[in-house]
C-alpha cells in the first residue's frame, strides 16, 4: 500500500506559494482579486476548486486533483517536477485551505493547507482487513487535520515562512504503529512569482512499529536556492544529526545508527545540457547484528555528471513507466550527447569489525559514455559497452583490508593474479577500458 510522506505536502505547498503570490497586492481587495483569477486559473490545470465560502477578510475552499496529465504540466511550468506516476497517484486527493487577510503585522496573507481524504488510488485499491483499518484510521486523522501546513506571507509577498503542526498519532492493525513528527518549520524567498530560496527544519521524526522496526531522525535540516532562470538551475543541501534503525525479528536484532549526515547539491543546464555535483559525507556509521558490532568513520563520497539532454530528461518526467519502448528511446536521447561520469572521491577512512580496527580505502573513477553507444544493441550483447565506454579507476586499500579481502578464495586468484602496486604503505589498483580493451596495472585483461 502507497504511504503519503511529505513530499506531497511539499508538492501542494510548493504550488500554494506560486499561486497565490504570482502578481498579487498588498491590499486584501487586490489579494483577492488575484486568488479569484488563479483558482480559476486551476481550474484549467488539473484542478477543481469545491465549497468556496468567502468572507470580508477570510474564505475557504477546497483543491481536488483531477487530471494527473495536466497537472504534470502545472507543476513543470512553476518549476516543481512530478511524474505522471506521482501525479496519478494523487487523483481524487482532497486538499482544504483556509486563507485569512492581513491576519497580523507580517502577514499580507495566511494560508492553512491540510488534506481531507487519501486518494482514490490507495482506498479504491484491493487490500485486506488490516490495511482496511488502518485506512479508516488514516482518514479519522485527516478528518480533525492532524497533518496540517501552515504558511505565512509578508506584505510585499517576497518572502514567506511557516510550520507544520506537530504529529502524533497511533495506528491500531496486525501491529501498533506510532509516528511523531516534531518541529517542522520553513522559511523562504519569492522572485517573479517562484520560490527563489526554500530553509526547512525538523526537530525529531520516530517511527515505531511493535516488534518489528523502529526509525528515528533527529535535527533534520535542508536548503534550497533557485540560481538560474530554468527549474533545474539550483543549488540544495542537507544535514541530518543522527538516523536510528532497529530491526527485531524472533532471531536476531540489527541497529543502524548513522551520524553527522549531510550532502549537497549543484545543478545547471547550458546549451540544453544538464550538468550535475553531488557531495555526500557522513561521520560515522554504526552496525550491530547478533551481538556482532562494526564501525566506519570518515565517510565521502563525490559524484559528478554531464552532458545529460535536458529535452529528453523533461520527456523522461512525463512519460509512461509502463511503456518499456517508450522509455528505452527517452534514455537512448538522454545519452546522446555523450555522457561524461566522474567519482572524485568515495572514501571510508576507518573500519572495524569483528574487534579489529584498521584504516580503509578511497576510490576513484571517471567514466565517457561515447554518443555511438546503441542501448537497443547493448540489450542483445552488452559487449557492444567495450568499444563506446572509457574508463579509468583507482582503488587504494590499507593493508589491514588487502589481508582481509585476501582471505576470499576469489579474491586471491586475482591477487596472485596481478599484484597490487605499493604506494605510501597502501595497495593500489588502477584500471582502465580503452577502446574495448581492459588493463589492470598495465597488464593486459581484454
Given amino acids: 500500500m502507497r504511504k503519503l510522506g511529505f513530499g506531497v505536502i511539499g508538492l501542494i505547498l510548493v504550488a500554494v506559494i506560486y499561486y497565490f503570490t504570482a502578481g498579487s497586492a498588498q491590499i486584501t ?74 491576519n497580523d503585522a507580517y502577514s499580507a496573507l495566511s494560508l492553512d493547507i491540510y488534506p481531507l481524504n487519501l486518494p482514490t488510488g490507495i482506498t479504491e485499491s484491493d487490500m485486506d482487513k488490516d490495511d482496511k483499518l488502518v485506512i479508516m484510521q488514516l482518514n479519522e486523522v485527516l478528518k480533525k487535520k492532524g497533518i496540517l501546513v501552515h504558511v505565512d506571507f509578508n506584505k510585499l509577498l517576497s518572502s514567506f515562512k511557516g510550520h507544520i503542526k506537530d504529529i502524533h498519532e497511533t495506528l491500531q492493525g496486525v501491529n501498533e504503529v506510532k509516528f511523531n513528527i516534531e518541529g517542522v518549520t520553513f522559511d523562504g524567498e519569492i522572485k517573479k512569482g517562484k520560490i527563489s530560496k526554500l530553509n526547512q527544519k525538523v526537530k525529531l521524526i520516530t517511527f515505531e512499529a511493535k516488534d518489528e522496526a523502529n526509525v528515528r531522525l533527529s535535527e533534520l535540516s535542508s536548503n534550497y536556492k533557485r540560481t538560474g532562470p530554468n527549474s533545474y538551475d539550483s543549488a540544495s543541501g542537507y544535514s541530518v544529526k543522527n538516523i536510528l534503525l532497529t530491526g527485531i525479528n524472533e532471531k536476531s536484532k540489527v541497529i543502524v545508527s548513522i551520524d553527522d549526515m549531510s550532502g549537497n547539491s549543484t545543478t545547471k543546464i547550458k546549451n540544453d545540457l544538464l550538468q550535475s555535483s553531488i557531495h555526500a559525507a557522513s561521520s560515522t556509521i554504526k552496525f550491530e547484528a547478533d551481538g556482532e558490532k562494526s564501525l566506519l568513520e570518515g565517510i565521502i563520497f563525490d559524484f559528478n555528471i554531464k552532458n545529460l539532454d535536458y529535452l529528453a530528461l523533461k520527456k523522461l518526467e512525463k512519460a509512461d513507466v509502463n511503456n518499456e519502448k517508450e522509455i528505452n528511446k527517452l534514455v537512448q536521447e538522454l545519452i546522446s550527447k555523450g555522457v561524461s561520469m566522474e567519482i572524485p572521491i568515495f572514501e571510508i577512512k576507518k573500519i572495524e569489525a569483528k574487534g579489529k580496527k584498521m584504516d580503509g580505502f578511497s576510490l576513484t573513477a571517471n567514466i565517457a559514455v561515447d554518443k555511438s553507444l546503441d542501448l537497443t544493441a547493448l540489450q542483445t550483447n552488452p559487449m557492444v559497452a567495450l568499444n563506446a565506454v572509457n574508463t579509468k579507476a583507482k582503488i587504494t586499500l590499507s593493508s589491514e583490508i588487502f589481508s582481509l579481502i585476501a582471505q576470499n578464495p576469489r579474491a586471491m586468484m586475482f591477487m596472485m593474479l596481478i599484484q597490487p602496486r605499493e604506494i605510501n604503505g597502501k595497495k593500489v589498483y588502477e584500471a582502465e577500458l580503452k577502446n574495448g580493451s581492459l588493463s589492470v596495472n598495465g597488464k593486459p585483461m581484454i
Avoid at 51 to 61: A, C, L, P, V, Y
Avoid at 71 to 89: K, L, N
Fill in 29 to 102: 481587495q487586490e489579494i483577492k482579486t488575484r486568488v479569484n483569477s488563479e483558482l480559476a486559473n486551476l481550474e484549467q490545470n488539473g484542478f477543481a476548486i469545491q465549497d468556496r465560502k468567502t468572507k470580508e477578510s477570510e474564505e475557504h475552499f477546497i483543491i481536488t486533483f483531477d487530471e494527473p496529465e495536466k497537472i504534470v504540466d502545472f507543476f513543470a511550468a512553476q518549476g516543481a517536477q512530478m511524474s505522471m506516476e506521482d501525479a496519478s497517484a494523487l487523483k481524487g486527493l482532497k486538499i482544504g485551505v483556509d486563507a485569512k487577510y492581513l
